[in-house]
């Protein structure tokens, strides 16, 4: 089996890392696509060597530019490589343009796309990485979600819930294999005198860094916050609207704000896992922290992590000045906030999402479920029902039993995802019920 995978981005690098890890493990053939979205050092190539990934195959070199722009460039580039190379199966992580790209063009050519992290949502379609995930969604084969909650938020829009495997994050494989390297490796907290508590700092959505009111915003907030050492590595897109803006000036100015390029893995590891708070409007940030036990202030007015959020590791602040300023006060002189922060249950799983993410592909290309079915292997004729069921009856006993396809249960008034094992007494079911064997 030969798997394509596509990669863009700096958090793509490091999610895919372990998937990667786990695919040269088991000897797999592979090819490994990188768009070139991200360039700089600081951006790239530091993680392939801090993660020890091969260099990639293809680099399609896109750069920056406009989203269009961009995504046909990869589009384009893509293309060519899965017609060279056709691979038995395309993977993609997350929700970039690389994301996108990747999986329209591989859903064109019929290749079948897994995608891990699937199923998150904000349900905010401003934000361009709302519209890469759905659309990457709509084209994959294969759903590697991390959490139960966005298994349901899968098969509530329609996918096929024998398609969606709960994983868990590979942030989580990722950050724990990772971690205890770092803590040989890194030097990172040698380079700043910390005399007060540290909040790291993150910040790179185009909504708050393009934005000129909102940036002003948390530039304020940070000024003010003068008991905190922060350290806040900046992402380019942040540094160019910092200095477009006029506010970097500010920044710099305060000794207790420390300004550095973005660093590396394993120093980034390090460093957040001995901060005492984290403030950032990154993905996978609000995922490492609650990984790492480290309270969350996250830059957003929603998130496609709400799992963070329920259980108390991450407080959504948006960009208003006070709210920022209030809560980073409230983490750093309440222990009780503190510590319940600190005690929230990481939702992402265990660090063994890549081994069940190759499990199951494997399982299902050996099994010859992994292919895009011609038409006349379609079976769609069926009626769409509803029905309370009043009996013992597992999901896998109705479905054999009635010739059918349970896609939601519902109990107490909740969509749930129908795990095979499901007792369905009590509960409604919407399926398909075929009308042919
Ligand atoms: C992209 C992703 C975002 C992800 C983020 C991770 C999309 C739509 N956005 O956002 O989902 O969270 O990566 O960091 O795919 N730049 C450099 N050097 C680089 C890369 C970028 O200077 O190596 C500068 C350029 O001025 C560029 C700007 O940063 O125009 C933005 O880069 P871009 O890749 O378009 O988006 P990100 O903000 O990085
Ligand atoms: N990260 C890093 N160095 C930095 C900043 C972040 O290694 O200077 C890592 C961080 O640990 C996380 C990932 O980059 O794993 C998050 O990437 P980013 O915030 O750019 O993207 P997002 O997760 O929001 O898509």
Same mark, same amino acid.
């Given at each position: 089996?030969?798997?394509?995978?596509?990669?863009?981005?700096?958090?793509?690098?490091?999610?895919?890392?372990?998937?990667?890890?786990?695919?040269?493990?088991?000897?797999?053939?592979?090819?490994?696509?990188?768009?070139?979205?991200?360039?700089?050092?600081?951006?790239?190539?530091?993680?392939?060597?801090?993660?020890?990934?091969?260099?990639?195959?293809?680099?399609?070199?896109?750069?920056?530019?406009?989203?269009?722009?961009?995504?046909?460039?990869?589009? #384009?580039?893509? @293309?060519?490589?899965?017609?060279?190379?056709?691979?038995?199966?395309?993977?993609?992580?997350?929700?970039?343009?690389?994301?996108?790209?990747?999986? &329209?063009?591989?859903?064109?050519?019929?290749?079948?796309?897994?995608?891990?992290?699937?199923?998150?949502?904000?349900? $905010?379609?401003?934000?361009? @990485?709302?519209? *890469?995930?759905?659309?990457?969604?709509?084209?994959?084969?294969?759903?590697?979600?991390?959490?139960?909650?966005?298994?349901?938020? =899968?098969?509530?829009?329609?996918?096929?819930?024998? /398609?969606?495997?709960?994983?868990?994050?590979?942030?989580? $494989?990722?950050?724990?294999?990772?971690?205890?390297?770092?803590?040989?490796?890194?030097?990172?907290?040698?380079?700043?005198? %910390?005399?007060?508590?540290?909040?790291?700092?993150?910040?790179?959505?185009?909504?708050?860094?393009?934005?000129?009111?909102?940036?002003?915003?948390?530039?304020?907030?940070?000024?003010?916050?003068?008991?905190?050492?922060?350290?806040?590595?900046?992402?380019?897109?942040?540094?160019?609207?910092?200095?477009?803006?006029?506010? =970097?000036?500010?920044? %710099?100015?305060?000794?207790?704000?420390?300004?550095?390029?973005?660093?590396?893995?394993?120093?980034?590891?390090?460093?957040?896992?001995?901060?005492?708070?984290?403030?950032? $409007?990154?993905?996978?940030?609000?995922?490492?922290?609650?990984?790492?036990?480290?309270?969350?202030?996250?830059?957003?007015?929603?998130?496609?992590?709400?799992?963070?959020?329920?259980?108390?590791?991450? &407080?959504?602040?948006?960009?208003?000045?006070?709210?920022? &300023?209030?809560?980073? *006060?409230?983490?750093?002189?309440?222990?009780?906030?503190?510590?319940?922060?600190?005690?929230?249950? /990481?939702?992402?799983?265990?660090?063994?999402?890549?081994?069940?993410?190759?499990?199951?592909?494997?399982?299902?290309?050996?099994?010859?479920?992994?292919? &895009?079915?011609?038409?006349?292997?379609?079976?769609?004729?069926?009626?769409?029902?509803?029905?309370?069921?009043?009996? *013992?009856?597992?999901?896998?006993?109705?479905?054999?039993?009635? /010739?059918?396809?349970?896609?939601?249960?519902?109990?107490? /008034?909740?969509?749930?995802?129908?795990?095979?094992?499901?007792?369905?007494?009590?509960?409604?079911?919407?399926?398909? #019920?075929?009308?042919?064997?």
């Amino acid at each position: 089996m030969k798997i394509a995978i596509v990669i863009g981005t700096r958090p793509e690098i490091i999610k895919m890392a372990p998937v990667i890890d786990e695919i040269i493990k088991r000897n797999l053939d592979y090819v490994l696509i990188h768009t070139g979205q991200h360039y700089d050092h600081e951006m790239s190539d530091q993680f392939f060597s801090d993660l020890e990934l091969p260099t990639p195959d293809y680099n399609i070199g896109v750069g920056s530019g406009s989203h269009g722009e961009q995504t046909a460039e990869m589009m #384009k580039g893509i @293309e060519n490589v899965f017609v060279e190379e056709k691979p038995d199966m395309v993977m993609v992580q997350g929700d970039t343009n690389a994301v996108l790209a990747g999986a &329209i063009v591989a859903s064109k050519l019929h290749i079948p796309v897994g995608h891990v992290e699937a199923g998150l949502r904000s349900f $905010d379609k401003t934000m361009p @990485e709302e519209i *890469n995930r759905m659309v990457a969604d709509v084209c994959s084969q294969l759903y590697y979600v991390p959490t139960e909650e966005s298994a349901v938020n =899968l098969i509530v829009e329609g996918i096929n819930p024998k /398609n969606v495997i709960i994983t868990g994050n590979t942030v989580v $494989d990722a950050c724990l294999r990772n971690l205890k390297i770092a803590e040989n490796n890194s030097d990172i907290l040698d380079q700043f005198e %910390v005399d007060e508590k540290i909040l790291t700092l993150t910040m790179h959505r185009a909504e708050n860094v393009d934005n000129l009111e909102r940036l002003t915003q948390i530039t304020d907030a940070l000024i003010e916050l003068d008991e905190l050492t922060i350290i806040f590595p900046v992402h380019p897109r942040t540094l160019k609207n910092l200095e477009n803006f006029g506010l =970097l000036s500010k920044l %710099v100015k305060k000794d207790n704000i420390k300004l550095i390029k973005p660093i590396g893995y394993l120093d980034f590891l390090l460093l957040l896992s001995n901060s005492d708070m984290v403030m950032t $409007d990154s993905g996978g940030l609000q995922e490492e922290a609650i990984t790492l036990d480290v309270p969350c202030m996250t830059l957003r007015y929603n998130t496609e992590r709400p799992e963070t959020v329920t259980a108390g590791g991450n &407080i959504l602040v948006g960009s208003n000045k006070d709210k920022i &300023i209030e809560t980073a *006060n409230l983490i750093m002189n309440d222990p009780k906030t503190r510590e319940t922060m600190k005690k929230a249950i /990481n939702p992402y799983g265990d660090g063994k999402a890549s081994s069940r993410i190759l499990n199951v592909t494997l399982t299902d290309y050996e099994n010859g479920e992994l292919e &895009i079915k011609s038409p006349e292997n379609i079976m769609n004729q069926f009626k769409r029902k509803i029905e309370l069921i009043e009996s *013992n009856i597992t999901v896998r006993e109705f479905e054999s039993t009635q /010739n059918a396809l349970i896609r939601v249960v519902y109990e107490n /008034n909740e969509a749930t995802f129908p795990h095979e094992d499901l007792d369905l007494k009590n509960k409604l079911v919407l399926f398909d #019920k075929y009308l042919q064997n």
